[in-house]
């Protein structure tokens, strides 16, 4: 059991924060906004759900949802 856990002095000795520099910065492709009339049918010819920001995120999957639910 000794082998799994971890010394207390080499956890408290750890740095945690980091620098700015450090920090990640979103992708310069992330879209901040959603269209719903620009969705295509096609799921390979679509933006994924992460390439959009992650405040609009629930609302395209909601809409590509619907898209997948209506019929031809």
Same mark, same amino acid.
């Given at each position: 059991?000794?082998?799994?856990? @971890? *010394? #207390? !002095?080499?956890? %408290? $000795?750890?740095?945690?924060? +980091? =620098? %700015?520099?450090?920090?990640?910065? *979103? *992708?310069?492709?992330?879209? $901040?906004?959603?269209? =719903? $009339? %620009?969705?295509?049918?096609? *799921?390979?010819? #679509?933006? +994924?759900?992460? %390439?959009? !920001?992650?405040?609009? +995120?629930? +609302? @395209? #999957? #909601?809409?590509?949802? =619907? ?6």
């Amino acid at each position: 059991m000794r082998r799994f856990l @971890v *010394p #207390r !002095a080499s956890i %408290e $000795n750890v740095n945690v924060v +980091q =620098s %700015e520099a450090e920090v990640e910065e *979103p *992708p310069p492709n992330v879209v $901040n906004e959603f269209n =719903s $009339n %620009e969705i295509v049918r096609d *799921p390979g010819l #679509r933006k +994924q759900i992460h %390439e959009y !920001a992650p405040d609009i +995120q629930d +609302q @395209v #999957r #909601r809409a590509y949802i =619907s898209i997948g639910l209506q019929t031809y």
